[in-house]
């Protein structure tokens, strides 16, 4: 319960023009046994001295409080992005998700397919770590980013991580890249792994789901299969780049589709040269990107 701040007295002026740089202070615990509610007030850049302010118990002992300016408590912490990684070929799309989002101090909880262990054996002679604290040191040491960020990956039949209850809130998740069996499993409601789990949640809870398939040609059971996740709510983003930003290289190409991605969820971490956007710009994100890297 909050009280009206005191009426001023003889000694004491109030001041209608408050200037937009005061803070808010309240006056946190010491209520004792007769709970006393806390006293409120406003004060300038300069709160007062703790020492001096006391809230008074029903027996009369004084009771020391601390002030801190209310908007401390009231910033809510980044919530996690989930990111899944499938057998689908590219498993590039991924290494450089994660690169771009722990370079920018994104907090990932990771979960790849089963098969994605086989995949990475097949495309690149690479054996993917089945322990969690194992395969976060293999992601960072693969990405280049030994220590931004915050990365916890899980089991891929781990259905009772924090990621498979829609009470666990994060800012959605990223399939990337998405197979067409993940996608058929999805699209009939199945949930036989913690990455089809975690998806069928986001869209039971109405977050964010973006997959980005990497298949081709795509049959009729795929085209079905992608429609009904696109009516469920999801973003369906092919794994398509684009020539417009003028690539340079093969990271350009699968960062473009990245970007793309991300852009369906707000984040924006990509030194990307959008379409007309000032070229000055975009590399100044993109040194600042490679500083971070290499910190």
Not at 4 to 17: I, R, V
Not at 112 to 136: C, G, K, N
Not at 177 to 191: D, E, I, R
């Amino acid at each position: 319960m909050l009280t009206e701040p005191p009426h001023p007295t003889n000694q004491q002026s109030c001041n209608t023009s408050t200037p937009p740089s005061q803070t808010t202070y309240a006056l946190r615990g010491g209520l004792g046994g007769g709970h006393s509610p806390p006293q409120w007030g406003v004060w300038g850049s300069e709160p007062p001295d703790p020492g001096s302010i006391s809230t008074k118990n029903a027996n009369g002992s004084g009771a020391r409080n601390r002030i801190r300016p209310l908007t401390s408590s009231l910033t809510p912490p980044m919530k996690p992005l989930i990111l899944g990684i499938t057998g689908a070929s590219g498993l590039i799309y991924a290494i450089r998700s994660i690169k771009h989002l722990l370079t920018a101090e994104y907090q990932i909880e990771l979960v790849a397919s089963r098969s994605t262990y086989m995949v990475f054996q097949a495309e690149d002679q690479i054996r993917l770590p089945s322990e969690p604290e194992e395969q976060e040191m293999f992601w960072r040491e693969i990405s280049g980013v030994p220590t931004a960020g915050k990365l916890r990956c899980h089991r891929w039949g781990d259905v009772g991580a924090n990621i498979a209850s829609g009470s666990y809130r994060t800012q959605g998740m990223v399939i990337i890249p998405c197979s067409m069996s993940t996608v058929g499993k999805l699209a009939a409601g199945l949930s036989g792994d913690l990455l089809e789990r975690a998806a069928d949640v986001q869209l039971k809870e109405g977050r964010k789901l973006v997959i980005v398939p990497r298949e081709t040609p795509l049959s009729l059971i795929h085209l079905r299969n992608l429609t009904t996740l696109a009516e469920a709510g999801a973003a369906i983003v092919p794994a398509t780049p684009a020539w417009y930003h003028k690539p340079e290289s093969i990271e350009d190409l699968v960062d473009f589709v990245i970007a793309r991605a991300f852009d369906r969820l707000d984040i924006d971490c990509i030194p990307l040269k959008r379409w007309k956007t000032d070229p000055t710009i975009v590399e100044e994100r993109r040194a600042s990107s490679a500083d971070l890297s290499e910190s």
